[in-house]
């Protein structure tokens, strides 16, 4: 499956974006995940949701605040993000699993399709 993530953006602290990642074909057998990744820093979950179920898991530094969502029938991963910071400001990538197991959720590797990621900046 291809991905291709749109939404990314400049925007001011404590405003909000929406991230969209679209896929080629169907991802409802799919883990999806947002990751993201700063100058200088290795790329960390930032959510993900599990196959078919309601599984998610989230990053300490976004819940409260990101939500993941899925939508099947436009084969579309989103990525809701309120209250954004400076510190959330990287590049953020989907990927895709169909083989992850449970445990793998916040595991780079684990996931074998990217999007090319989006930009994310915000200014105090």
């Known amino acids: 499956v291809q991905l291709q993530a749109s939404g990314g953006g400049l925007v001011q602290a404590g405003g909000s974006l929406r991230l969209s990642c679209a896929a080629s074909?169907?991802?409802?057998?799919?883990?999806m995940g947002w990751f993201r990744q700063a100058p200088g820093k290795e790329r960390e979950l930032v959510c993900s949701?599990?196959?078919?179920?309601?599984?998610?898991d989230y990053a300490g530094a976004v819940k409260g605040r990101f939500t993941i969502s899925k939508d099947n029938a436009k084969n579309t991963v989103y990525l809701q993000m309120n209250n954004l910071t400076p510190e959330d400001t990287a590049t953020y990538y989907c990927?895709?699993?169909?083989?992850?197991?449970?445990?793998?959720?916040?595991?780079?590797?684990?996931?074998?399709?990217w999007g090319q990621g989006t930009q994310v900046t915000v200014s105090s």
């Open positions: 949701t599990f196959r078919w179920s309601r599984t998610t």
């Open positions: 074909g169907s991802i409802y057998s799919y883990s």
């Open positions: 990927a895709a699993s169909q083989h992850l197991i449970l445990s793998s959720m916040r595991v780079v590797s684990a996931y074998n399709y």
